[in-house]
């Protein structure tokens, strides 16, 4: 009598089993809809009387395998010739059989002991296909699903690649997003498994709800979390109004760092819950928090085991005083501040420990600093690893602890300080502390990932001061890994034009000298404004070399000096500014027809530096000096001497807000002879000029000495001409002298915004502008009374014959009927007729010209840009004001 013992799965069945397996794993994040009850197939068993207690297996046959064989698939089962078997026996079979997930159908038929094995072997996989990834492409997706082409397909697999998927997307913010696998039959028993992906749009924050706060306010408590709610102005160029649970954690942690900051030791998150809405879109955030009570510092004190840490003179350095109010991070900053006064003593592994005593009753926290005993530490080892390009040499040589030397935390710092700098690595390096062979041993473990330190670099913009600009440049700042620079640019825009090569070696010959090069090529042209349209006024163009060596004084401190040898060559366009072959005094002014020639300037000079910020490029603490000076007359056609002094200082408030202040000022003293009592002996060239962008308010050159013509006169009274002195100051012309002596200082206050704000490169500030530019001799001016003809005291036109070189008053014109019109401004026959006009001389003055504003830096998607209001507290006579200017460019 034969029995069979069978359990089927069709087509069909398995890939509605898939279906079903998709929908339960796409549920909400939180609450899962339960998923139906599945029906367990029947399982037909030989009845008692077919299978007899204790019977024994004659034979067992395996039919229906194509790829496995039969010794794998009798290796699954726990079925062996003349073993005893009964029901119990085969169910364990068929489980055996299911376990392995090899099998669609499989059936045990049993003729008297001898065992019949049919299966249907699983599909073979042909392709995985992905559909419907937009916002995740394939090359994020396939790594990390395991179905792959040639594998045995399995229902299990399938379960655990779409719950894999469905976590990308939920880590991408996108908790509605779904996965529909499906099965395509082919031929040979060989399927296509095909990922239908519904991405839906990313889960957002749509509320964010506290409860329990009475001390501070909502609006203060979310602004100290990164999450932030959709609605706001600036939300859709925040990512941090999607919902993620890592932010969720981080918020309750700065909640909590926010209380105890403020004194509230006994603050705690009761609970944060997150819901999705019904749509799938939006979460909502609720937080149950409890502020407690608010505590002040008690007794703070400090017990120190080591020899060299004096506690009654670290009490001193306490910040935190008794009665203050009591600051969680205030502790946790000293403790870090004691830790690296230990290892100042060579303490690389003092264990500074606070221990608190909470006094309920007066609400008060008793602190103690206990500092542990740990044994004096020496330097063992220095290891580097990570550097692929850059030579060890070039990392050691930044480092100030030699292998034998005591540990020094100060040193320590300052050695990473000086290697971020590089700018060859990672930012923000950090040299691990090992322990070494012994106790009192350290390893020195820098562990360096190098970055790219080859820049070619394409930009583009416009700026209110010199229209388009466009500049190239390419730059290797660790040329053969050896930390040495190589660069060349190129810069071009409607006011200057440049091309410059330069080469420095920070380390000649290993030893800490820079030494350094440059020759270049730079063309500037002067302008001024009549009617708001530029005019070009006087052209200069240098082209010289410069060498430059730098040595260390101390750690902070060095000096470099510095060679340069100019040649200059100041031309005026001689179509406009010539009266025959010599410049014009009538039409360019003295100041300039004095400025024009060639010249030779030979120029030796060296600056002192002291600096200590913890960021060149935008530090946050710190301060910087520099004292230069600069002798021109070691040959050449130019002599004087430069001295110029800059100094900033940078504080952080706290809460982010930075206080920057900067302060310079300049002085250029002549050493050669006053050429005449109009002309000074510093050419205009070499004067310092002072503007916009330095001192914002002001226009470029907007400050200081200068000469303004004035060209409305109202010759009615021939006898008595009138100027005009209320034309609009943009239909003027407008030339800025310079002078030999400057200052200006800045004090700018970095205002932090939120998150989303941080994370779109928004950098605000406030500012006052202070400064000046004077010291000049006053040259000499034309005036009405050089259009006064003196044989009758009339004011005329002047007549001028260019080629010639000849001049003449005026006569006196007539209209078409002969009739004479009272202005003398009829010239002969090839003369042409000047206007009388009147030059006024301004702004000579050591006075402060003050200005307030307020700037913002963006680091757009499309390049940095900056942007300033500001206006003229302050001003002298002559001084030309501008309250907005921008600056804007883009890399490609």
Not at 11 to 30: C, D, E, K
Not at 168 to 180: E, I, P, S
Not at 805 to 827: H, K, R
Not at 871 to 891: H, I, M, P
Request: net charge negative; aromatic share 10%.
């Amino acid at each position: 009598m034969n029995s069979v013992v069978s359990h089927k799965f069709t087509a069909r069945m398995q890939l509605s089993a898939l279906l079903l397996a998709g929908t339960m794993l796409t549920g909400p994040v939180f609450a899962q809809e339960a998923a139906p009850p599945q029906t367990v197939p029947t399982v037909p068993v030989p009845t008692p009387e077919a299978v007899p207690t204790a019977s024994t297996i004659k034979s067992i046959a395996v039919t229906g395998n194509q790829r496995l064989e039969t010794q794998t698939i009798l290796f699954y089962l726990r079925l062996r010739v003349g073993q005893e078997y009964d029901r119990a026996t085969l169910d364990q079979a068929l489980k055996d059989l299911a376990s392995t997930e090899l099998f669609k159908d499989y059936q045990i038929t049993d003729d008297a002991g001898a065992l019949t094995i049919q299966v249907v072997e699983n599909p073979v996989i042909n392709r995985v296909i992905l559909e419907g990834n937009k916002r995740l492409k394939e090359d994020k997706i396939r790594p990390e699903i395991k179905l792959a082409p040639r594998q045995i397909f399995t229902r299990s697999k399938v379960r655990a690649d779409v719950a894999r998927i469905i976590e990308l997307y939920k880590r991408q913010g996108r908790f509605a997003a779904t996965v529909d696998p499906k099965m395509v039959q082919l031929d040979q028993n060989r399927v296509d498994v095909v990922f239908e992906i519904t991405e839906g749009p990313k889960s957002k924050v749509r509320q964010i709800n506290i409860i329990g706060n009475e001390k501070f306010s909502d609006g203060d408590l979310k602004d100290e979390m990164a999450t932030r709610t959709t609605g706001g102005l600036l939300s859709f160029l925040s990512s941090n109004t999607t919902y993620d649970p890592d932010r969720l954690a981080y918020d309750q942690q700065k909640l909590r760092l926010f209380y105890l900051q403020n004194g509230y030791a006994d603050f705690r998150v009761i609970s944060a819950v997150a819901e999705l809405t019904s749509n799938k879109q939006d979460f909502i955030i609720t937080y149950v928090v409890e502020e407690g009570e608010r505590y002040k510092f008690g007794d703070v004190k400090i017990e120190s085991s080591l020899r060299d840490f004096k506690p009654e003179q670290m009490q001193k350095l306490l910040p935190m005083k008794t009665g203050d109010w009591y600051d969680a991070k205030q502790v946790e900053d000293t403790v870090e501040s004691l830790s690296e006064t230990a290892g100042l003593f060579g303490y690389a592994f003092a264990d500074i420990n606070p221990e608190f005593h909470r006094n309920p009753e007066d609400r008060t926290m008793d602190i103690t600093f206990n500092v542990g005993e740990s044994p004096r530490t020496y330097v063992e080892r220095i290891d580097v690893n990570g550097n692929t390009l850059t030579q060890d040499k070039v990392i050691r040589r930044e480092f100030r602890l030699n292998e034998g030397d005591a540990f020094n935390s100060f040193a320590l710092k300052r050695t990473e300080n000086r290697i971020n700098s590089l700018g060859y690595f990672q930012e923000n390096l950090e040299i691990e502390r090992k322990e070494g062979s012994t106790p009192d041993r350290i390893i020195l473990d820098t562990n360096v990932e190098e970055k790219p330190t080859g820049e070619l670099s394409l930009s583009a913009g416009f700026s209110s001061i010199e229209s388009f600009l466009v500049q190239a440049s390419v730059r290797q700042r660790n040329f053969r890994g050896m930390g040495q620079q190589l660069q060349a640019s190129v810069n071009y825009s409607s006011y200057s034009k440049s091309i410059e090569l330069g080469f420095t070696e920070p380390y000649l010959f290993d030893r800490n000298i820079s030494i350094g090069g440059s020759v270049y090529r730079r063309d500037l042209n002067s302008f001024n404004f009549i009617n708001n349209d530029r005019q070009t006024t006087f052209e200069q163009t240098t082209t010289g070399f410069q060498m430059n060596v730098g040595v260390p004084l101390t750690e902070f401190m060095s000096a470099f000096g510095r060679y340069s040898l100019n040649f200059d060559d100041v031309t005026l366009d001689k179509s406009v500014y010539y009266f025959g072959d010599e410049c014009d005094p009538l039409i360019a002014g003295r100041y300039l027809c004095d400025a024009i020639g060639k010249r030779t300037t030979s120029l030796i000079g060296f600056t002192l530096a002291y600096d200590d910020r913890d960021n060149r490029i935008r530090p946050t603490r710190g301060q910087s000096f520099t004292l230069s000076q600069d002798f021109a007359g070691l040959g050449g056609d130019v002599k004087y001497l430069r001295t110029r002094a800059t100094a900033s200082k940078h504080r952080s408030l706290g809460g982010r807000f930075i206080l920057n202040a900067y302060l310079e000022g300049g002085y250029i003293y002549p050493l050669e002879d006053q050429p005449d009592p109009f002309t000074d002996a510093v050419r205009l060239t070499d004067r310092f000029q002072l503007g916009e962008p330095d001192l914002r308010g002001f226009d470029i050159r907007g400050v200081g000495p200068r000469v303004i013509r004035y060209t409305g006169v109202d010759l009615t009274d021939p006898a008595n001409p009138v100027l005009d002195l209320t034309t609009d100051r943009g239909q003027l012309i407008d030339d800025a002298l310079g002078g030999k002596a400057y200052y200006k200082g800045r004090l700018e206050l970095d205002i932090p915004l939120g998150a989303g704000a941080k994370e779109m490169g928004l950098r605000p500030s406030i500012f006052v502008d202070v400064g000046s530019v004077f010291s000049v001799v006053k040259p000499e001016l034309t005036t009405l009374a050089n259009f006064t003809d003196p044989s009758d005291g009339l004011t005329k036109y002047l007549c001028r014959n260019s080629a010639e070189g000849t001049s003449q008053f005026a006569t006196q014109g007539t209209d078409s009927n002969g009739n004479p019109t009272g202005l003398y401004n009829q010239c002969p026959t090839g003369y042409s007729a000047l206007a009388p006009f009147e030059e006024r001389f301004y702004g000579n003055s050591w006075k402060p010209r003050v200005s307030i504003g307020a700037g913002v830096n963006w680091n757009s998607p499309f390049g940095p840009f900056r942007i300033d209001f500001a206006y003229a507290l302050r001003k002298e006579e002559g001084d030309d004001t501008k309250r907005f200017s921008f600056n804007v460019g883009t890399q490609f």
